[in-house]
């Protein structure tokens, strides 16, 4: 994701790489989909669910950070 929380050229492709295979399925169209059985939103595409999942994520790490930095806590440093 961008720093703005968009998705960028790399990212797309890596979705586009790791999606269900169902996701070039059609409407209609007889194959295996896609089925998350804990998604809480309704979604027909794979892709469409790790975009939000990862959405979500991106947008809970930077209200804690913002949270964080109004409570005086010092930054959490990310190591690998």
Same mark, same amino acid.
Do not use: C
């Given at each position: 994701?961008?720093?703005?929380?968009? =998705?960028?050229?790399?990212?797309?492709?890596?979705?586009?790489?790791?999606?269900?295979?169902?996701?070039? =399925?059609?409407?209609?169209?007889?194959?295996?989909?896609?089925?998350?059985?804990?998604?809480?939103?309704?979604?027909?595409?794979?892709?469409?669910? =790790?975009?939000?999942?990862?959405?979500?994520?991106?947008?809970?790490?930077?209200?804690?950070?913002?949270?964080?930095?109004?409570?005086?806590?010092?930054?959490?440093?990310?190591?690998?």
């Amino acid at each position: 994701m961008t720093a703005a929380g968009g =998705l960028g050229k790399e990212a797309r492709a890596a979705i586009r790489a790791i999606a269900h295979p169902g996701d070039g =399925l059609g409407l209609g169209e007889p194959g295996a989909r896609f089925q998350a059985a804990d998604a809480v939103y309704n979604t027909r595409r794979h892709s469409q669910y =790790l975009i939000s999942t990862v959405a979500v994520a991106f947008w809970n790490a930077s209200h804690r950070a913002a949270a964080d930095k109004a409570g005086g806590v010092p930054p959490r440093q990310w190591s690998p």
